[in-house]
């Protein structure tokens, strides 16, 4: 069976959204340990009596005070919540244009074969 040149842009497309649904799942994943990172980070402070501790910031540490630490990981935890909800929308929108991406493609060449 011959697919003619609509059906394979379909196609070309439709392996677009794919590409683009695989690169924000792995986007997803990436923020999904960063915000487990953060609240192991959080864990460790709120489980200390320290009044200061470090802070690896690039190839050095520096000494903070463990509030100001814990409010600036406060901060990124939730700065970090708002993408990884917007992140889920987008990946949820992206799967439903794909599913009917590829719906669309498969009404097509059973039109032609049948």
């Known amino acids: 069976m011959k697919i003619s040149e609509e ?3 379909k196609i070309v497309k439709a392996q ?16 999904s340990v960063a915000i487990a990172e953060i609240d192991n980070a959080l864990k460790e402070i709120e489980g200390s009596d ?4 470090f ?5 050095v540490m520096l000494k903070r005070k463990t509030a100001d630490l814990q409010k600036k990981l406060k901060e990124k935890k939730d700065i970090t919540d708002i993408r990884l909800k917007s992140l889920e929308k987008q990946i949820g929108s992206l ?5 009917a991406s590829r719906e669309e493609i498969n009404k097509e060449i059973s ?4």
Not at 50 to 53: A, G, H, I, P, S
Not at 95 to 99: D, S
Not at 111 to 114: C, E
């Open 7 to 9: 059906i394979r842009e």
């Open 50 to 53: 320290e009044k200061e501790v």
């Open 95 to 99: 799967a439903e244009k794909m599913k």
């Open 111 to 114: 039109k032609k074969g049948g």
């Open 55 to 59: 802070e690896v910031v690039g190839t």
């Open 16 to 31: 677009q959204l794919q590409q683009q649904l695989e690169l924000l799942m792995y986007q997803k994943q990436g923020m």
